[in-house]
């Protein structure tokens, strides 16, 4: 339960005086829909109001404060006609202007023949000037109420700066006082203030140095936040561990069989890789494993080993992806691969509904399933597995943390495989999967040719379309990748139905368009459509699933490469060269590339490693997500980053394993501290687990 001293900070926003339905909803918008979520909201620059005696030339633009004494109000008769209060400021003429003003509120606040403080930005209109829509005015004993150093902050429509201010303001004079849960020689370490103190500092810079990355006070909140994440996933991982998992038989009779039948040979990395997850899998102890692997590496023949494993066993498996059209994929695949094993393999998503719903939960339950394919239908709570031994988890980056753990309620804690083609930055990685062994496939299959990666400055389009007049005569197949836009899914998708219209011309119908406001049935369609009949080009959004297969697909070009991150470019890339024909990847950009995206070109051209390709993308442009917000699950910090922030992540890796070994159950003085440190930053789960064991 959480203790009373955080129930301030868990209140909803709307119990803030001031913020009405309105707000509440454009709050909840902006950082979410409790009071805690306004402190990691922080300042990204700061206001420096001064004040001036006499105004200027040399202040136009500025922000000042100046003395104003009010001579006359032009009140505006028309709904777009300005309000002009005129005023004098030491007998300089200048009026205070106001659009769509509430005239009761301007007359009160600036009664004539009297002296008022205004702050804003002094403008030259008309030769005169003014301040429009003040952003305070006061009276002139009240000057000591007008910060000089106001903090910026990032905004929603319809919240302004001075709502934002007015409400972290009332927050911050409620803050309680929370015991330290960090240990004095980190404090010291690191010269920590304490909590309280360091998120008023935060939310209150003095000069632009508090807002650097350096500065001490984010710095401390940020190893907060990575000690809460850290410790989260130790209790989770400590709490997997103390319970013994399924032991699956030491033989090979069927695994053997699929690998002599295979028509290619293993990689020596796909090799070593089964040959760990084998051990795992014949142990007494529950695996929990991360497969890694670039695009085309071969995952998905591994996860059928233990697939096959589990079945020799007489164990049920489970593959869950996160779309029904990677979840078909894998089924067809899996079919495929096994079609001389007499194994009854189900696939259940989204789509399934009454009867055909009914039958399949039937087969599972009863054992008949011995291979389930699905989404997250998979963990609904209807589903029941008669012997559940292996999950294995498809694309883990748009899963959470926890969510995979939902599979240990549904049986005797099988055994986890977590598969991401996401390549990860070993930072990133001991941030995101700390909970879990590692094992990376780092070659890809013999006889895939590299991708040429070309880039072409967009003006040159012409040239592109030409090649593919020619291209398409072989009757091999083209993605055409449509530009992120201000992370607007309107936009995007409105880019990406002008291309397909414009190609559509020129290639005489062969053109399909799939993008995310689709439904799940109709993007299988498209992409059924365009795997087997005879069209050449899918014009898209990013919503080209990571893991989507079609062999004769050899072209990719993305359309304004310059605005998306390597990886994602990377990810995108790996939707060709899935076969032994040569796959090209072109990169149109826009002229006069900036520093960072002559890099990411740059860098797609050279290589075609992902792992180093990530480990780039984070020293070009830090964390974030990896594959662009929209697109990826992957945890993004609220205040850590981890560019600047992986020695704090080291250090708190040390920290949590001492805890977890020493106080599991976060009992001791100090443990107690730490639950409120969970509970701060919305880490219960945790709690609840180790309450569980």
Not at 74 to 81: G, L, N, V
Not at 190 to 210: A, E, G, I
Not at 389 to 394: F, H, K, M, Q, S
């Amino acid at each position: 339960m959480r203790p009373d001293v955080l129930n301030y900070l868990f209140k909803n926003i709307s119990s803030i005086p001031g913020i009405g339905t309105k707000s509440e909803s454009l709050f909840n918008k902006l950082t979410g829909n409790k009071i805690s979520h306004l402190l990691w909201h922080l300042p990204y620059n700061i206001i420096k109001r001064e004040m001036h005696d006499k105004i200027d030339s040399t202040l136009i633009n500025s922000i000042i404060t100046i003395k104003v004494k009010i001579i006359k109000h032009q009140i505006s008769r028309f709904k777009r006609q300005p309000y002009k209060v005129n005023c004098l400021c030491s007998n300089i003429p200048i009026d205070i202007v106001f659009f769509f003003a509430r005239h009761p509120y301007v007359k009160t606040n600036l009664p004539i023949d009297e002296e008022r403080l205004i702050s804003g930005k002094l403008e030259y209109f008309r030769n005169k000037y003014q301040i429009t829509h003040p952003t305070h005015i006061l009276d002139v004993n009240n000057a000591d109420v007008l910060n000089n150093v106001e903090p910026i902050y990032g905004l929603t429509s319809g919240i302004t700066q001075k709502l934002f201010l007015k409400t972290i303001e009332k927050v911050l004079i409620n803050l309680p006082d929370l015991d330290e849960w960090i240990d004095e020689d980190t404090i010291k370490k690191y010269s920590f203030n304490n909590w309280k103190k360091s998120v008023l500092s935060v939310h209150k810079p003095l000069s632009k140095n508090d807002l650097l990355f350096s500065n001490i006070n984010r710095r401390r909140l940020a190893y907060d936040e990575l000690l809460a994440h850290q410790l989260s996933i130790g209790l989770a991982k400590n709490y997997n561990q103390k319970k013994k998992g399924i032991k699956f038989v030491n033989n090979k009779n069927l695994t053997e069989k699929f690998i002599n039948n295979l028509p290619f040979s293993l990689t020596e990395s796909q090799n070593k890789a089964w040959g760990i997850i084998y051990d795992d899998l014949i142990s007494s102890n529950q695996m929990v494993r991360l497969l890694q692997g670039d695009v085309g590496c071969g995952k998905t023949v591994i996860a059928v080993l233990g697939m096959l494993q589990a079945v020799e066993s007489n164990y049920q498996s489970v593959l869950m992806a996160p779309t029904s059209i990677l979840a078909q994929q894998h089924f067809e695949n899996i079919t495929k691969l096994l079609l001389n094993f007499n194994i009854n393999i189900v696939i259940l998503t989204g789509k399934d509904k009454g009867k055909s719903r009914n039958e399949k939960l039937n087969l599972i339950k009863n054992g008949y399933a011995q291979i389930i394919v699905g989404t997250h239908a998979l963990i609904q709570e209807d589903v029941f597995y008669n012997s559940i031994g292996l999950v294995v988890i498809d694309e883990q980056h748009r899963f959470g943390v926890f969510q995979r753990m939902a599979f240990t309620n549904k049986g005797k804690k099988p055994s986890l495989l977590v598969m991401s083609a996401t390549p990860i930055p070993r930072t990133l990685t001991l941030a995101i999967y700390g909970d879990m062994d590692e094992t990376k496939i780092t070659e890809k299959p013999i006889g895939r040719l590299p991708i040429i990666t070309k880039a072409l400055p967009i003006n040159k389009e012409k040239n592109l379309l030409e090649h593919l007049k020619e291209k398409l005569n072989t009757k091999e197949k083209v993605y055409w990748i449509c530009p992120l836009i201000e992370e607007s899914e309107e936009l995007d998708l409105k880019a990406a139905t002008e291309r397909f219209k414009t190609l559509n011309k020129i290639f005489n119908n062969k053109v399909l368009l799939i993008h995310g406001q689709l439904k799940e049935s109709e993007k299988e369609l498209v992409m059924k459509k365009f795997i087997e009949n005879d069209y050449s080009i899918l014009v898209a959004t990013t919503v080209v699933e990571v893991g989507i297969d079609v062999k004769n697909a050899t072209t990719l070009i993305i359309e304004h490469a310059e605005r998306f991150g390597l990886a994602q470019l990377h990810q995108l890339r790996g939707r060709v060269g899935r076969s032994n024909i040569q796959s090209t990847c072109v990169l149109l950009y826009k002229e006069n590339l900036g520093v960072n995206a002559k890099k990411r070109i740059k860098t797609m051209k050279e290589s075609n490693d992902g792992f180093k390709i990530a480990e780039k993308d984070l020293l070009i442009r830090g964390p974030g997500e990896l594959l662009g917000k929209k697109q990826s699950g992957l945890p993004t910090f609220l205040i850590a980053d981890l560019t600047f922030d992986s020695d704090l992540l080291n250090e708190v890796r040390k920290i949590v394993d001492f805890i977890v070994l020493t106080d599991p159950k976060l009992m001791t003085k100090n443990g107690k501290k730490l639950k409120n440190l969970l509970y701060l930053f919305e880490k219960d789960r945790a709690i609840k687990t180790i309450l569980a064991g």
